[in-house]
């Protein structure tokens, strides 16, 4: 009768470590997840184009984390700028530019 309490007790406390390393891990796997979000203002500015410069390079250069990828910036800078195609930017023209900063100004 003892040795079958034991056997018991050996059960539930087997069962009881793998629900809890279990847990640990999915409070762990969450707080990896979970990064702090910085509030970031939302500024617009105008630059001249570069010779040789395109709406890519510009992305590369003033794009922010806020942006999905390049196109979705691109895109906003081509509908600020009623600009058609992207191919058609010229050194010496003025654009106006989105970019995000923690600073409010």
């Known amino acids: 009768m003892v040795k079958r309490y034991s056997c018991l007790f050996t059960a539930i406390l087997i069962t009881f470590l793998i ?3 279990s847990l640990s891990i999915c409070f762990t796997v969450n ?10 203002y939302k500024y617009y500015t105008d630059i001249v184009i570069q010779k040789g410069e395109s709406l890519w390079d510009i992305a590369n250069e003033y794009m922010t984390e806020e942006y999905d990828s390049p196109k979705t910036y691109i895109k906003e800078v081509k509908s600020i700028n009623s600009l ?3 191919d058609k930017i010229y050194a010496g023209q003025r654009i106006v ?9």
């Open 31 to 40: 707080a990896d997840q979970e990064k702090p979000k910085r509030h970031a």
């Open 84 to 86: 058609t195609d992207v």
């Open 97 to 105: 530019i989105p970019y995000y900063s923690t600073e409010l100004k």
């Open 19 to 21: 629900l809890a390393v």
